[in-house]
């Protein structure tokens, strides 16, 4: 165990693979399955240890591997029989490593079926941990997936996990450790925030929760942590589908547009828009959305809203298909502007007219 580990530390993604393919990580999954059976005693307890670690060596940066780790009776199989068996404070961060790093690069289908194999239930025991780096990789996994099966179901559609999650408890423990202020690592509360309002996917955010969880992904939408701003972005975008596409009747403003200018939250978006030396251009993009998403039957400001339209029109032929349909609906909810509006527009050739306010 120890040589494939070692094998894997600072080798090519390619040099990695080809470990995979010659057999390293199902004898990993072995040694792992093997040390579960019985009684858990020091020496198991170390194998597993070196198994994971080795493990997330060879899966760390590594897209190609994602096939080989979520087949039938692959690593993550044996992660989730792994963080079934063990009591919750035996659990720590490097159980969570080859899961984690699976996470940070396997796209949306990819992320349903560990779903399907069972992770969140396995992420809704591990919430009770005291550890946070465990709570931190927990919550960081959880934010991933729910984003994920949401996305899956499209523009407008609740999140299919969220009455399961209401069910089993995960989103009561999600609330606890959002309003948990004794975390060190702030990233916690941040995840969990993200995941309750990914799982409100265009649905009304229960009113005890409400201005808590909206107030701090606005909080986070302007920090200085560009991944957090990212994800706390597209959480907004995805709680938009329901505060200003649905709930609100076509034709009528987003209401969420004068709470954002009176406290700042929107000069701070348009901002980071203007913003031309953010090397995250996912931070650039999901501003953008969201000031779409705010003018919702409103005339753009001349001084943006050309800018806004064209950079819209640009998304809505990205490669990201989530992208191409959150720009659309920006677009869409924008052109709602000439239903109550009569102000001077710009015209968008073969789609859709803009209004641009008149200064």
């Known amino acids: 165990m120890k040589s494939i580990k070692n094998k894997g530390e600072e080798k090519s993604s390619e040099?990695?693979?080809?470990?995979?393919?010659?057999?390293?990580?199902?004898?990993?999954?072995?040694?792992?399955?093997?040390?579960?059976?019985?009684?858990?005693?020091?020496?198991?307890?170390y194998l597993i240890e070196l198994g994971c670690e080795a493990a997330s060596n060879l899966l760390e940066d590594n897209k190609e591997s994602i096939p080989f780790a979520?087949?039938?009776?692959?690593?993550?199989?044996?992660?989730?029989?792994?963080?079934?068996?063990?009591?919750?404070?035996?659990?720590?961060?490097?159980?969570?490593?080859?899961?984690?790093?699976?996470?940070?690069l396997s796209n949306f289908e990819q992320r349903k079926i560990l779903a399907e194999k069972g992770i969140l239930k396995e992420m809704n025991k591990i919430l009770n941990s005291k550890n946070e780096q465990v709570l931190d990789y927990s919550t960081y996994i959880l934010m991933k997936i729910i984003y994920s099966i949401g996305q899956l179901e499209g523009e407008g559609k609740p999140n299919p996990v969220r009455e399961e999650m209401k069910k089993d408890g995960t989103l009561t423990k999600l609330i606890?450790?959002?309003?948990?202020?004794?975390?060190?690592?702030?990233?916690?509360?941040?995840?969990?925030?993200?995941?309750?309002?990914?799982?409100?996917?265009?649905?009304?955010?229960?009113?005890?929760?409400?201005?808590?969880?909206?107030?701090?992904?606005?909080?986070?939408?302007?920090?200085?942590?560009?991944?957090?701003?990212s994800e706390s972005f597209s959480t907004l975008s995805l709680l938009a589908e329901c505060q200003i596409g649905y709930l609100e009747e076509e034709g009528k403003p987003n209401p969420l547009l004068k709470e954002m200018e009176k406290d700042g939250t929107l000069n701070k978006l348009i901002q980071i828009h203007q913003n031309k030396t953010i090397q995250d251009k996912r931070i650039f993009n999901y501003s953008t959305l969201a000031i779409g998403y705010l003018f919702k039957a409103s005339p753009l400001p001349s001084e943006f809203g050309q800018s806004i339209i064209s950079n819209l029109q640009d998304l809505t032929q990205s490669d990201n298909i989530i992208l191409q349909s959150d720009s659309l609906l920006a677009l869409s909810l924008l052109a709602q502007c000439e239903q109550s509006?009569?102000?001077?527009?710009i015209r968008i050739p073969s789609i859709l007219k803009f209004k641009i306010k008149q200064q």
């Open 341 to 345: 509006c009569t102000n001077t527009y």
């Open 70 to 104: 979520i087949e039938i009776g692959g690593i993550i199989d044996q992660i989730i029989s792994l963080l079934n068996k063990l009591p919750i404070e035996n659990i720590n961060e490097f159980h969570l490593l080859p899961l984690f790093n699976i996470i940070c």
């Open 176 to 229: 606890e450790i959002f309003q948990n202020d004794q975390y060190i690592n702030k990233d916690i509360n941040s995840r969990a925030a993200c995941s309750i309002g990914r799982l409100y996917k265009a649905s009304p955010l229960p009113s005890e929760i409400e201005y808590a969880i909206i107030n701090c992904l606005k909080e986070l939408a302007i920090c200085s942590n560009y991944v957090i701003t």
């Open 15 to 45: 040099e990695r693979m080809n470990i995979i393919e010659q057999g390293g990580l199902k004898e990993i999954c072995k040694v792992i399955h093997s040390s579960l059976e019985g009684e858990m005693d020091w020496n198991k307890q």
